[in-house]
């Protein structure tokens, strides 16, 4: 029972270029909605979050947009840079302690 | 401040025996957390502690079992290891847990099943 997908393992940006990371749900009970990073060998790294009274956050470089009415979640990253290429996990939350996570997308940004 | 300290590092075990990771959450924390990670099934929720009480529990079998202190240190325990048991695994504290919100993870426990 899969509630929470990244349809893309993996993706591949010029830098410079927007990266679009996706993430599907299917139980409409989620209501708190997190983005993650994550490098080999270190344990994931909060990134932005956003609550479903909300359709798009900003944090500098990085937009999360929610379409709940597709149950879809999205994270953007322009410009992309070298750094920013790691593995990219959404989490989702009904509201309490545990996170629902997708199974992750690796991002490499191309120089 | 020091992160969420998460040890050991690396582990190899048999079958059939038992494991014990241990975690050390952010001075202050009271909420700690345990997840799975295995090739191809992301992250999934093992449970979460909140001052030494089991607040919620994910689908995991009963071999899988945590405790927490009154320091809010957490340790957790598989016994009988399978071999499917081989994972990371990581652990993640927050200052009161809720919503997923604000919780620093660890560099987590590579378990490996032999």
Redesign the interface.
Known sequence: DQQVKQNSPSLSVQEGRISILNCDYTNSMFDYFLWYKKYPAEGPTFLISISSIKDKNEDGRFTVFLNKSAKHLSLHIVPSQPGDSAVYFCALSTGNEKLTFGTGTRLTIIP | KAG?TQTPRYLIKTRGQQVTLSCSPISGHR?V?W?QQTP??????LF?Y?SETQ??K?NFPGRFSGRQFSNSRSEMNVSTLELGDSALY?C?SSLL????????????TRLTVV
């Open positions: 969420v909420s957390s997840y191809g099934q992301g992250l999934q929720f979460e909140f607040r919620n994910g990581l993640a847990g809720g919503q997923g919100y604000g919780y620093t993870f660890g560099s987590g």
